[in-house]
């Protein structure tokens, strides 16, 4: 009996065991307590989207709450009546030129600060953070000095310079994190083969630079795209506003165009959208990389 019983027991050992499952808080919620606020959150989310939407296609003096039938004289009237085509076109001029601006000025900085030891180092990474704490309205009196005696008033080179150099420390800072996730390996190899810093930085680090600089040159844009500030102090010439002040136009002290300020606010945000959708990829690959060694 005895011998019976022990092979028994060694099939029971050596048969594998199943893992045994753990049982989260997560599993013992019912799902109507998770579900339930997630919806009233994305109710609450999409009620001024869809306010937005019934102004900007509803006609003028309904009170319907479908926007039908629907109507585009709000955009007609904003893209013509109100100028924003000039705004859009100059919110586009302001946007890439602050891009490019940015994004090179940032690439050079960065790679000096991931790159090359010095002793003030410390000191400038520190006055890089702190200077993120600034904000934009204690710049406006000295940049508007400066622009002054530059006789750079009224031109949209004043925004900008003013938006690149508001930019640019979170932008260092994030391309030379980027750049230290680089192993420096790849340029010296470079530089065996013959190639110089200049040639080694181009052929291989850059590339692998890519999502870095698509997530810095996209803050830029958009940041430089959304500002109201220095487009507003800088610039008096209707001519050469932008769309976050053209915004600012359609709203009177005595009324306000609610249909003409709903269609402004959807051609404001159209292109940022679009900037999102298509690189939503790589601005949180960027990000992420830029901000795991400082």
């Not at 005895?2 to 997560?26: C, D, F, G, L, N």
């Not at 926007?67 to 085509?85: A, I, N, Y």
């Not at 402004?264 to 990389?289: D, E, M, N, R, Y």
Request: glycine content about 6%; some cysteine.
């Amino acid at each position: 009996m005895i011998t019976e019983i022990a092979p028994a027991r060694e099939q029971e050992s050596a048969a594998p065991q199943q893992p045994r499952k753990v049982r989260r808080a997560w599993d013992e919620v019912p799902r109507w307590q998770i579900y339930l606020p997630l919806g009233i959150y994305l109710v609450f989310t999409l009620i001024p989207f869809y306010w937005i939407l019934l102004f900007a296609f509803r006609p003028a003096g309904s009170t319907s709450l479908v926007p039908w039938p629907m109507t585009l004289d709000h955009f007609q009237k904003v893209w013509t009546e109100r100028s924003f085509g000039v705004y859009f076109q100059n919110s586009v001029y302001v946007g890439v030129a602050t891009l490019i601006l940015t994004t090179v000025v940032a690439l050079a900085g960065g790679y000096a600060l991931a790159r090359f030891e010095f002793k003030v180092k410390r000191a400038f990474m520190l006055a890089l953070l702190c200077s993120q704490f600034v904000p934009g309205a204690l710049l406006l009196v000295p940049l508007f000095q400066i622009f002054a005696k530059l006789q750079m008033i009224n031109s949209l080179g004043s925004v900008i310079l003013a938006e690149t150099v508001f930019q640019l420390p979170l932008s260092m800072i994030l391309i030379s994190g980027f750049i230290r996730n680089v192993p420096q390996s790849l340029e010296e190899a470079a530089w065996v083969d013959g190639c110089n810093r200049f040639s080694a930085f181009r052929i291989v680090v850059l590339p692998l630079l890519r999502p870095g600089l698509i997530a810095v040159g996209s803050f830029a844009f958009v940041h430089a795209w959304n500002h109201f500030l220095f487009a507003l102090m800088f610039l008096s010439d209707q001519s050469k506003q932008t769309i976050p002040v053209g915004l600012n136009t359609l709203m009177s002290a005595d009324s306000v165009d609610l249909g003409a300020l709903a269609a402004g606010g959807i051609v404001a945000a159209i292109p940022v959208v679009i900037v999102f959708a298509f690189i939503q990829k790589w601005l949180i690959t960027g990000f992420s990389a830029g901000a795991v060694k400082g």
